[in-house]
């Protein structure tokens, strides 16, 4: 079984179980991005469009739906894949909304992550 094989078969079975253990979590932009940039690294070439029409929102990207504030991580994580995707160029207003907002954050000096509690200087 090739690599690719293998992430594709792990990936149907962990969405199965937390199907069953956790019915109602929502997926969340973190997780879809770096699974995107991952295919993508395997040379893959994952459709980048139900992420974006998902989490894009008007200045940035969220985490889910209903979020109070914006993970810098998670746009991070969508500017990565999106810059590594084989249609960027069709994604430059998206990649430029990512990119304006992490680099807003920072001269902001608002680079803290509040998924893993660091504060980047």
Not at 11 to 29: E, T
Not at 30 to 36: E, L, P, V, Y
Not at 84 to 109: E, F, H, N, V
Request: glycine letters at 4%; a neutral charge; charged letters at 20%.
């Amino acid at each position: 079984m090739d690599l690719l094989a293998l992430v594709i078969l792990s990936h149907s079975c962990v969405r199965q179980i937390a199907n069953k253990l956790a019915p109602s979590f929502l997926p969340d932009a973190d997780d879809t991005a770096r699974t995107i940039l991952s295919l993508i690294m395997l040379g893959e070439h994952p459709n980048v469009e139900p992420m974006l029409a998902e989490f894009e929102a008007k200045l940035c990207f969220v985490t889910f739906h209903g979020e109070r504030n914006p993970s810098l991580s998670a746009n991070c994580n969508i500017l990565l894949s999106l810059l590594r995707s084989s249609d960027r160029a069709k994604y430059s207003s998206q990649i430029s909304k990512a990119a304006t907002y992490i680099s807003s954050s920072w001269l902001a000096g608002k680079v803290q992550d509040k998924w893993v509690g660091v504060t980047w200087k």
